[in-house]
């Protein structure tokens, strides 16, 4: 409100201008004699803020303010829409009511990724996508060999048939002494795969490369961390433009959990974020990207020594932009000595699975929290008996959890097992070998499409370990036999195993190209064909 002018004009049309000169008109310039008030104007009473809605101003548009004799009273614009699905607001600059979708449509397909905890489709989860990172998944897609639910039914790849492909394995570690496989994922943006990897190259380097497997190899290698000391690989997360990864960094003189995301070119959007900051190593990170309702946050897990007495596992949530969300959270209690965790997102609860003391060698626990790490349910014993390099997946609803066992004199037993929990721990299938017997089984990896899952794994035949694979129903009963995915008679062990173009599933594990020289760091696949019973477009 420009000063005057408008209770000038009100106080004209009251009462006038009384000067030397007789009344002035509203809005003149000329300056009057004081104002002689009449008499019948008492200005001891309550002061007079407007005679017309106008002489009121809002602080904002949001909040109109009317002349209700004679005082300016603030009134509100209320806005309400009846939709719980969104967030109901007015915007101050122009009074109008915003009604704001609580989810997100990231892949602009027309279709709301559900509030966190909810299934697609479920009341109250004001979403029905079940993945908001790509447009070919809605619900009524229609289903190909693109390793993705297509038509949101629960299955990946309804029907489809995976065989081994014919070309030679892709080394990336190479010009180093030796390397392991940390993680593999792929980014349906870009169409490559993103590999991270640990090699020796004086010093051991956690390394992230791309692989475009169908144009012939893999991009440049690129140090995560470029400090001149000891890192070490873990997971990669992330299917659309952004990588995450999490390591063991030794930059400190002490092994800390280190985090960051880059883009497909392996370039950092940010500095290295240092998550655990205590005593004692911190190692074997395991990390998930989760969507929030209308982002993305980040879950990670770790062994920490801090607390002495067999250390325990502690977490930590980070928000899409790689910033920490509050401080360390402690998952489990002291005194179980746990190692290796493996966090895995379901339906409605995070579940936690790790390695810890038994009463007889070593055993594993499993906990479960919901989407923020809170909530924790209580500590399962799984019935395993001293297993090694145990996995969490999940599947259709359930926890599907497989390891390989390690004997008295330290070699690897002779299969895979595995079992299946419910989201909080409840036992639904009973442990059973998962492979049929070899001279040795270990390491493995598996890939859930809903209502099946692909098995792979090494086992010693012969004189070396090689690669193989096959499918198992929910309950862990084998659907066919075992197929050889890697080289016969080539050295071949530690699959990590994601989906990758077209429904191919790529495979990162450790080999000696041609069995001489020290384990390095390869990449192979299987295809994606069309089952029998209907036809998937390529």
């Known amino acids: 409100m420009r000063h005057g002018v408008r209770p000038c004009c009100s106080l004209v049309r009251a009462f006038g201008w009384v000067s030397g000169l007789g009344l002035l008109a509203c809005g003149s310039r000329a300056e009057p004699t004081p104002v002689v008030l009449p008499e019948a104007l008492d200005v001891t009473g309550p ?33 309400v829409d009846a939709d719980p699905c969104t967030r109901d607001g007015c915007d101050s600059a122009t009074g109008r009511c915003d009604f704001v979708p609580l989810t997100a449509d990231e892949d602009a397909d027309g279709y709301r990724r559900p509030l966190p905890g909810f299934q697609p489709g479920e009341l109250g989860s004001c979403g029905d996508d079940c993945n908001d990172s790509s447009p070919l998944a809605s619900p009524g897609g229609d289903e190909r060999c693109d390793g993705l639910d297509n038509d949101c039914d629960g299955i990946v790849d309804n029907g489809a048939l995976f065989t ?7 080394l990336l570690s190479d010009g180093a002494e030796q390397g392991s496989p940390g993680g593999i994922t792929f980014s349906d943006g870009a169409g490559v795969y993103g590999a991270v990897f640990t090699q020796r190259l004086g010093a051991s380097q956690s390394t992230f490369r791309t692989i475009a497997p169908r144009e012939g190899g893999a991009g440049p290698a690129v140090p995560v961390a470029e400090v001149n000391n000891d890192t070490f690989a873990g ?78 596992i502690y977490g930590q949530r980070i928000d899409g932009s790689g910033s920490p969300l509050a401080g360390n959270l402690e998952l489990t209690p002291v005194g179980l000595d746990p190692s290796s965790p493996n966090i895995v997102a379901g339906t409605t609860r995070i579940g936690l699975l790790f390695n810890q003391a038994a009463s007889e060698g070593r055993g594993l626990g499993f906990t479960s929290f ?27 609803g359930r926890f599907v959890v497989a390891w390989h066992v390690v004997l008295g004199d330290s070699r690897p037993g002779s299969q895979i097992w595995g079992t299946v929990l419910s989201e909080t721990g409840e036992p639904l299938v009973p442990t059973k070998p998962l492979t049929r017997a070899a001279e040795f089984a270990r390491y493995h990896s ?36 075992a197929r050889l995915v890697t080289s016969d008679g080539e050295e071949a062990y530690a699959p990590l195993a994601a989906f990758g173009p077209q ?31 209907f036809s998937l477009p390529r």
């Open 47 to 79: 002061r007079l803020e407007c005679l017309v809605d106008e002489d009121c101003e809002p602080r904002d548009l949001c909040h109109p303010q009317r002349c209700v004799d004679e005082r300016c009273i603030e009134e509100r614009v209320e806005c």
């Open 164 to 170: 081994t492909r014919e070309a030679p394995p892709i």
């Open 235 to 312: 997971p990669i997360v992330g299917r659309g433009s952004v990588f995450a990864t999490a390591w063991e960094d030794r930059r400190d003189d002490d092994y800390e959990i280190y985090f960051n995301r880059f883009n497909t070119r392996g370039e950092k959007l940010a500095p290295d974020l240092r998550v655990s900051n205590a005593a004692g190593f911190s190692l074997r990170p395991s990390l998930l990207e989760l969507p929030t309702a209308t982002s993305r946050e980040y879950l990670l897990s770790w062994e920490d020594e801090r607390d002495g007495g067999g250390g325990r």
């Open 370 to 396: 919901d989407f923020q790490f809170g909530d924790p349910g209580s500590i399962v014993n799984v019935d395993a008996e001293n297993p090694d390099a145990a996995t969490i997946t999940a599947n259709g």
């Open 446 to 481: 598996l890939v859930p499409l809903g209502d099946r899952l692909i098995l792979f794994w090494s086992e010693w035949r012969g004189s070396t370990y090689a690669i193989y694979s096959r499918e198992l129903t929910p309950d862990l009963d084998a659907l066919d036999e």
């Open 503 to 533: 429904g191919e599933i790529g495979v990162l594990f450790t080999g000696r190209p041609g069995n001489v020289g020290q384990p390095q760091v390869l990449f192979t696949s299987i295809s994606c064909d069309s089952g029998p019973d």
